[in-house]
């Protein structure tokens, strides 16, 4: 592939709901633009974009594909993200590195919550806007009414540059509305056709509201239009470019990427009137402007990192400034290290091509980097940059990560490093009270197909489980008890005697100890290790094995022995003044509540009270939140709360949002009391056999 010159690039991101048709839209742009010679499809897991043997088992996009492609003298890059919501970290880091996001949606299923939320990150990063209305070739689909859609849902201008002739199967082609010329397609060939004289008057309208929406954009182009009410295809075009820029209103296309209809017109749409990335702003993490630009020194973003066991490393990262090649200096600014570029590659899907150069606003990834993560900038040594990294919402669904076994474990650690390291949206600890690890995402098919690959890439079995609920235990009521040990086995013997007073404290007060020894019956020296004795004994808990809280523990008599005694026998002595006590004091679990804030459309929030009703939650208060959404708040036992993302993801048809942080300990009803006991029973003995 030649170098291309900043202007001449242009970066287009398709984004939008699941199953919109993005994969094979990229497919058709890659056929029509001759850079392959046959479209792949889904079902055969055929397509270029979705080549990762994950996506092709799931028929869905998982990863952010960088495709590649001259086109009339441009090049053209393509990057195809996925839809579900699992992979928003693809999906917004594709946003953030294309001026130009381009919304696949589906005449048949309509807009969808991912295309709302892509639109949102488009927002967010201030891309240019571009909608392609899919799927036209299935029944009962009607552009205008998703035209209507899109003008209801975002409120802003929407203006068609293509209509389609016909629908369902009679889908014929497409009228392009800005050359005022009209195409059929006979056995995927394009032809040039009359207009349609039913859609003759439609297309006038339309063709008004083009030049008058470009007019708009500029006070030349305006005055112009008023004197003589027209403008040249040249100024049109200008116009809609800085329209497009401005964001003051959006094109919208149509067709059926699956029968290659409306593709060309699109292609054509995207070299002339999408803006090339030259002038496009970033913000460096000092929060300083940087313009994409050929001139001054080389910045490059990394919006994606993958480690193959193959391949090794890859970085993709998009050149902000200045051009890069293999002689130039870099350094990895957010590490400051110094990296050597041997040789440069573009790609499209899995293939990738050596390049001698990449220009300001292009996209070019590199192999065996191993110390460049995603989001790190890399810059010429002679002048660092920090580009400011993608803000990604944080892990809200948590399971367990249990290998399969010994080895499995041993090869888990490193390999698994390196999967999340990849992944901005993937967090891991090990919790030592749980002896659990704990893995933390986006939602189930994320983690699941981690999973997936742990045992492809790198030959790990794991398994994914409930993570346990950090329960605590406490009492009711107020006893005491004698502890007493002795031992004459021998030579020296054992002796600790200790009368221990136990009384429930209020919730978040922890343990307290009281000495109230009187005359020395316990000997001060001996005083701590009753402290300790209780201390681990609380520790180990009562009913379940959790861990005892809010107890008031008071030492307040014993006798000792002055050959006998010693710091162990008080601690034992100590444990069993517990042991003996606890029966008597009305032993109960505690159970962590989650302070919880869900945001919903109104007319979910009926199902989400209900629902929080149903977990045993509590509804604190609800207030509007912008259009049509209310935040319900609410405490919740966490035990009730673990698979919340993917529970709320149904009931709030994907709409919904929450967020939610520990608050306190409350007292479990008895019969769950019962469960978890039995369940902390059986978990012990699982543990036991283990060893
Ligand atoms: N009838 C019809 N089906 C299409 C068209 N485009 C795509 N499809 C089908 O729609 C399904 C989903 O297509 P994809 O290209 O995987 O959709 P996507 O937007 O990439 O989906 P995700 O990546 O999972 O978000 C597949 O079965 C495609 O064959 C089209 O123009 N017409
Ligand atoms: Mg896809």
Known sequence: MKDYETKFIRNVTLAGHNGAGKTILTEALLYSAGAINKMGSIENGSTISDYDPEEQKRQMSINLTVNQFEYKKHKVNILDTPGYMDFVAEMASGIYVSENTLFVVSASSGIGVGTEDAWEYSDKFGTHKIVFVNKMDNEHTDFFKILDELKNTFEKIFVPITIPIGSAENLKGVVNVLEGKAYIYKDGKREETDIPSELANKIEEIKTAIIEAAAETDEELMNKYFEEGTLSPEEISKGIVEGIKQNSFVPVLAGAAKKNIGVIELLDFIVKCLPSPEGFTYKTEDDKEIKV??????????????????????????????????????????????????????????????VSKLCAGDIGVVAKLDTVHYGDTLSDASEP???????????????????????????????????IADDPTLSIKRDAELKQTLLSGMGEIQLEVLVSRLKDRYGVNVKLKEPRIPYRET?????????????????????????????????????????????????????????????????????????MVDIKATLFFGSYHSVDSSDLAFQVAASLAFKNAMPNCKPVI???????????????????????????????????????????KAEVPMAEMTKYPIELRSLARGRGKFTMEFSHYEKVPPHIQEKIIEEAKKWREEEESKK
């Open 590 to 632: 505690l159970e962590p509540i989650m302070k919880v804030e869900v945001i919903v459309p109104e007319e979910y929030m009926g199902d989400v009270m209900g629902d929080i009703n149903n977990k045993r939650g509590k509804i604190l208060g609800m207030e509007a939140v912008g259009k049509g959404k209310q935040k319900i």
């Open 475 to 547: 009492i009711e009521k107020k006893a005491e008890a004698q502890g007493k040990y002795k031992k004459q086995t021998g030579g020296h013997g054992q002796y600790g005697d200790v009368h221990i007073r136990f009384e429930p404290l209020p919730r978040g007060s922890g343990f307290e100890f009281v000495d109230a020894i009187v005359g020395g019956v316990v000997p001060a020296r001996f005083i701590p290790s009753v402290e300790k004795g209780l201390k681990e004994a609380l520790q180990k808990g009562f009913l379940a094995g959790y861990p």
């Open 293 to 354: 630009s050929p001139d001054g020194k080389f910045v490059g973003f990394v919006f994606k990192s993958v480690s193959d066991p193959y391949a090794g490393k890859l970085n993709y990262f998009k050149v902000i400034r200045g051009e890069l090649t293999t002689a130039t200096n870099v350094i990895n600014a957010s590490q400051d290290r110094h990296e050597k570029i041997s040789h440069l590659n573009v790609s499209l899907g899995k293939e990738h091509k050596e």
């Open 385 to 419: 940059v920090k580009i400011k990294r993608i803000e990604l919402p944080k892990p809200i669904y948590t399971v367990a990560l249990e290998a399969d076994s010994r080895k499995d474990e041993e090869k888990l650690g490193g390999n698994i490093m390196k999967l």
